[in-house]
């Protein structure tokens, strides 16, 4: 007997705001998420239901939905619509930007051209009417991210996907340069700790995260005055609701002095890096480089299978540009 062709799910993409996209992380994610083997734990309700907690007055949550004829939700993707004040603009944005590196749809169907095409063709509809659409975290090689590339080719500019470092992590592998910029940092770490205490540590329950993202909040605070710094992230707002069974912060002390930190979100074997900080009276040592080091080896021995690098020294390949629509 023949198999059946994989025909396309009749679907109609509709638009919910406010508490009826709340309603809709709340009641219906969950089950997208689990069906969808494929979501970063950019796209877990735990995740965007604490990002939503952090939207200013100003910002809207707003989800697109895939639905059957009989409502069931077979695709989704979370935004924020964003009207400044003393602004006509509209600007649409991912929940949770720019602290995510994947964006993607979420839900069984995610995967299915006809349905990212039908989200991408929202999307230009939305820009027709005004807004300003960009998806940072958008990737070229996802079903969705063919589907925008699609409709706006001439509008788009896509950069590398953030650097997948495969688990044992080996620097021999880097090119010449690299592993010379690396055996120096190693060297001058090496000097360091020949005269001083290091402490790494990660966290593995609840009480360990709480103290370390007041780490990360104290380094923010030790950045403060370096140029470019940016605004510290209220992390004890958003992830109590994704636990320690979803997260973890790694920590590097020199002595009694935390000189760097790093945020990151698991799924299944995967650990994806949300945000790294550094102190920058320790810049000279490259604190950041020698937390990856210890971390790589720690979620290797721990049978991970991949770091995800969003930021600091473990993004080896840039993110590049958003993907953006041309208004």
């Known amino acids: 007997m ?20 709340l309603e809709v992380l709340t009641r219906h994610w969950p089950a997208l998420y689990t069906q969808d083997l494929e979501a970063t734990p950019f796209q877990s309700p735990a995740w965007l239901t604490g990002a939503a907690r952090l939207l200013p007055a100003t910002a809207t949550p707003l989800v697109l939905a895939a639905t059957t004829a009989s409502g069931r939700i077979i695709a989704a993707l979370a935004l924020v619509r964003d009207h400044e004040r003393n602004h006509h603009s509209v600007r649409f944005r991912p929940l949770s930007a720019p602290h995510l590196s994947h964006l993607r749809l979420t839900g069984p169907h995610c995967d299915d051209d006809a349905v990212a095409r039908g989200f991408a063709l929202h999307l230009l509809f939305l820009q027709e009417t005004g807004a300003d659409i960009s998806l940072p975290g958008l990737h070229g090689d996802t079903a969705f991210g063919r589907a925008v590339q699609a409709v706006c080719p001439d509008s788009l500019t896509t950069g590398p996907s953030p650097a997948v470092l495969v688990l044992p992590f080996s ?9 010379r910029a690396h055996a120096r940092r190693c060297r001058h770490w090496a000097q360091l700790a020949a005269t001083h205490t290091i402490t790494y540590r990660r966290s593995h329950h609840q009480r360990a995260l709480r103290a370390g993202l007041k780490v990360l909040t104290t380094l923010h605070q030790a950045a403060r005055s370096r140029p470019g710094a940016g605004t510290a992230v209220p992390w004890h707002r958003v992830m109590p609701a994704v636990g320690a069974a979803g997260a973890f912060a790694a920590e ?17 074997h995967a650990c994806y890096s949300v945000e790294q900080v550094t102190h920058p009276g320790y810049r000279h040592v490259a604190p950041g480089h020698a937390l990856l080091r210890h971390l790589l080896d720690d979620l290797a021995q721990e049978g991970f299978h991949t770091l995800h ?19």
């Open 2 to 21: 023949e198999a059946l062709p994989n025909l396309p799910v009749p679907h109609t993409v509709r638009t919910l705001i406010g508490a009826d996209a």
């Open 171 to 179: 620097f021999e592998a880097l090119a010449s340069s690299r592993q």
């Open 252 to 268: 590097l002390h020199v002595d009694d002095t935390p000189v760097a930190a790093q945020l990151c979100l698991t799924r299944g």
């Open 309 to 327: 690098a969003g930021c600091g020294p473990a993004a080896s390949a840039a993110p590049g540009p958003p993907i953006r629509l041309a208004a």
